[in-house]
């Protein structure tokens, strides 16, 4: 009987072995398994599998998503507030705190004494142009008034001496001065509510009153805000509760 170990002169399927140091099954040198089994670098997932940065879900998968506007098209913000129109009373006039649009002569005057020192509230353009016009008038026959009753006055009482010097005589008629005190009393009437038409012109534009104090600096400034055109955002500057 031989005491050869039946082992000896088996080998495996690498050429070792199976008892050779004492150890069966022994993986290949470094414990590495073969090439294609290998586990991916960190343990990470293949390609395509891996979550985004952050592990915030992909692009549309979001829960809860709420509807977006298409690209290039912007957002716009909240449109301008509405006013409500202007109410009318039973003979279809507007009440005193807002603006009479297309107003007559009369009215404009009637209304712009009633409206003497209010500076709330609007005034429509033929508001305006009524006064205006209205002024001038007084002004004409005043001021006029009293600078023709000189100028007549002048020519009737004055002689010419044998030197060509003209000379007048006598005094100029008392009723020439009181035309011209009536026209200081009409401007210093007219004061206030003059400036106070104006606040509102401005305010119908929806301006702010103050704007109006540049005519006093640049007279033509006063026509051009005469016509501008009415803005309903104005009705921001009009007091309904104060009648």
Known sequence: MSNTDPTQGQQG?????????????????????????????????????????????????????????????????????????????????????????GIGFLGAIKRFFTKYARFDGRASRSEFWWWLLANAIVTVVLYGGFIAALITWSVANSTTDQYGYSHTTGAPPFWAFGLLFLWGIWGLGTIVPSLALGWRRVHDANLAGPFWLISFAAGFAGIVFGCLEPNPAGAQYDRPDQR
């Open 13 to 101: 399927p690498s050429g070792q072995r199976p008892g050779h140091g004492g150890q069966q099954g022994q993986p290949q040198y470094g414990g590495q398994p073969p090439y294609g089994n290998q586990p991916q670098y960190g343990g990470q997932p293949p390609y395509g599998n891996q979550p985004q940065y952050g592990g915030q879900p992909q692009y549309g998968g979001q829960q809860g998503q709420q509807s977006q506007q298409p690209y290039g098209q912007p957002q716009y913000a909240q449109p301008y507030p509405t006013f409500p129109p202007i109410p009318t009373g039973p003979d279809g006039k507007p009440p005193l705190w807002a603006p009479h649009y």
